[in-house]
């Protein structure tokens, strides 16, 4: 371009030095010239704009906004607990004499487990039994006589009083006679089996525990601040990572009692029969305690930090636009927008580093 100028200013003084010529033909060629040369020039500057252009777009990704469910877990770990899980007691002191039951094996409510040294009471039984005999015989004949207007109503009255006072002694021994059998409260597996023959027992020491692992809960403890956002009958997934298995399902029972020691209020969940299921096992509860169906959802990932708020960029005629945003509950990775952006916006989710509002951007 530089060499064009030149050879016309060349031109232009080798003419004014030399013989007189036409100006008018000479001005005319000269701004015929110029026009070409600001024609190669636009071309130039056109051409080098737009490679630069085509340098300076920004490698973007972008998702277009819609409707969609939106939900909040409050996520606690908690444990998995048998309702029926029992340390069976002995009723009575005294030693064991046998043994019925293995530890794994499957009992029914009332069976018998093990027994009690009863024989002191069956001997006592054995007694009062002679005695009622002896009673029941003396009180038969004064009844006949006294059928027979024999003898006196006090003479009767007494013989039918020790013959009832006799069996009722009876009948209170034999009742004691059951508590000489330690017998399984409910049905189900026994979990621990520590009793043995020639072994000294009381009441209020077990030996042995029955599970009911038909009947399981998970159960957790949630912070007192987030009492009026847990309820009974809530949705809830419960995570058992050590199965692996996940149960969708409802809350059974929330505590309406704050313990006063960890500020904190109980819930359980009743779970599905399930063999791997196990007390005692680990299990994570993710309650859902706020879900909105028609929400507008982006990764928290493409939200912009500032002094004035939250931001998003949106692609508009491939260009960055900065929107200010509201959000609402942010969960798994996940933010509810509940103001600035529509349906149909494109936020811009990926590329962000380095963009700025009116750059060309180019998208995935």
Known sequence: MKKIIFISAAIFLTSCGGKSTDKKSELNALKKERSELNAKIEKLESEIGIASAANDLKDVDILE????????????????????????????????TAVFATIGQSVVKGQILAQIDDQVLRHNISELQNQLDLATTLFERQKNLWNQKIGTEVQYLNAKTQKDAAERRIA?????????????????????????????????????????ANKLTAKAQIAESYASRVNQGDRVQVI??????????????????????????????????????????????????YQNAKAFVIPVNAIQKAENGDYVFVS??????????????VSEGRAEILSGIKAGDQVIVAGMNGLSPGDLIKSN
């Open 240 to 289: 058992l990572p050590d199965v692996p298995d996940t149960v969708l399902t409802k809350i059974s029972f929330a505590s309406k009692t704050i313990d006063q020691i960890s500020r904190s209020f109980n819930v359980e969940i009743k779970l599905p029969s399930n063999r791997n299921y196990r007390p005692n096992m680990l299990a994570v509860l993710k309650i859902i305690d």
């Open 316 to 329: 508009e005629n491939k260009k960055a636009k900065r929107v200010n945003i509201q959000t609402g509950r």
């Open 65 to 96: 906004v819609t409707e969609s469910s939106f939900q909040n877990y409050l996520e606690v770990q908690g444990k998995i607990d048998a309702e029926e899980n029992v340390q069976v007691n002995p009723e009575a002191p005294g030693v064991v």
């Open 172 to 212: 209170t021994l034999r009742s004691q006679m059951s508590m000489y059998k330690i017998k399984s409260p409910i049905s189900g597996n026994i979990d621990a089996m520590d009793l043995k023959v020639g072994q000294a027992v009381m009441p209020g020491i077990s030996g042995i525990r029955v599970v009911n």
